[in-house]
């Protein structure tokens, strides 16, 4: 692996299919070498749109392909633990869509297959390694803002009505926690640690997932984080960490470009931007991992992808929602 580029393969063809495969060409150490769809037809058409030589008509076939080092899974989450498991079981280092998994029990049984085999794997949760998360994670820790107290985050969106889409079904482990929910509560994980409570509640829509939700999540030295997520209503995305001696603000936290620390009556607005779609970030975090033979990122540990879905199983419990299969 030491003289050549990394050699990345996509399983799936979707809508983030194709924002890392634009991130991917943007990385001299990277190589798109592969993609494998559940048809010949969908891997012949995003091969030739990304100029991938190598296309699979199967995961399978993916899998297989020894011209592959890492497989970025990207199929809706009930497939996130399958697909994962049958690439590790294959030989590969993988990095998996967000949420890592439908549930916690999944996500223990992925990294109990990568520890087994020693490889590679890492939850995609990109917005960690964006520069402004970093920025905040330092300024948090320099004290700059004080001894944090609390954290409020939101991400909720007006998806279209669309029951059987990956956003509502319950087939497809739909609803607002899984997909967006659990960029609030990686945020919290982040930046507070584990949790000792939760209280929460959500409303069940007529497709029988959470259509909104807000979680109080409780830390042992009375921290507390507000987060609320939401695939029917539009939210601000505004995270805020409030400390003794000051706060930050970051807009659009998922994604983000910038912060402002408001400290001693005043606001310091600071830039972060990125000239690619942010996807970059995650992408040479594994390349790193991967050139130093690391098997997990220090920036998600998987006992921390675990917890997070720990935390989200609780949240569900206490709304009664189970998803097929479960
Ligand atoms: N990081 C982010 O910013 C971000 C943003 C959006 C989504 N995501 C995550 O990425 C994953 C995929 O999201 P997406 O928006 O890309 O979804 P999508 O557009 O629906 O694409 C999912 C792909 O998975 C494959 N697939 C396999 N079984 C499927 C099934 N039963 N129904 C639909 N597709 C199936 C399909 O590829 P083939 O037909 O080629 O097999 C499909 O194109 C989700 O887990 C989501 O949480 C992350």
């Keep these: 692996m030491s003289n050549r580029k990394i050699r990345w393969g996509i399983l799936g063809t979707g809508n983030i299919a194709n924002k890392m495969a634009d991130a991917l060409k943007s990385l001299e150490d990277a190589e798109l070498a592969a993609v494998g769809s559940r048809t010949n037809e969908k891997a012949e058409a995003f091969g030739e749109k990304h100029s991938i030589p190598r296309r ?13 080092d890492i497989i970025y899974v990207c199929t809706p989450h009930t497939l996130h633990a399958e697909n994962t498991l049958m690439c590790l079981e294959r030989g590969k280092a993988v990095l998996c ?96 640690g584990a949790p000792s409570r939760l209280e929460s509640l959500a409303h069940i829509g007529e497709t029988g997932v959470d259509e909104q939700n807000a979680l109080l999540l409780g830390y042992p030295g009375g921290e507390i984080a507000i987060l609320s997520s939401a695939v029917r209503t539009n939210t601000p995305h505004v995270a805020f960490v409030m400390g003794t001696e000051g706060m930050i603000r970051i807009p659009a936290f998922w994604c983000a470009r910038e912060l402002t620390v408001i400290s001693g009556g005043q606001e310091e607005r600071i830039e972060a931007g990125y000239p690619g779609n942010g996807f970059e970030f995650q992408a040479m975090e594994a390349i790193r991992c991967l050139r130093e033979g690391l098997t997990e990122s220090e920036t998600i540990p998987l006992d921390e992808s675990i917890a997070i879905m720990e935390t989200m199983d609780r949240a569900r419990e206490q709304w009664g929602l189970k998803y097929p299969g479960e």
């Design 56 to 68: 699979h008509g199967s995961y399978q076939a993916l899998a297989d392909d020894p011209e592959v």
């Design 97 to 192: 869509e967000k949420p890592f998994t439908v549930n916690a029990s999944q996500a223990r049984a992925a990294v109990a297959k990568a520890r087994e085999r020693g490889l590679f794997l890492m939850e995609a949760m990109w917005t960690r390694f964006l520069p402004a998360m970093r920025k905040c994670r330092e300024i948090v820790r320099s004290g700059r803002v004080g001894e944090v107290r609390m954290l409020q985050a939101d991400f909720g969106f007006r998806a279209g009505w669309d029951p059987q889409g990956r956003l509502l079904n319950p087939e497809l482990a739909g609803g607002g926690l899984l997909d967006v929910g659990v960029y609030c509560v990686s945020l919290a994980y982040f930046l507070l």
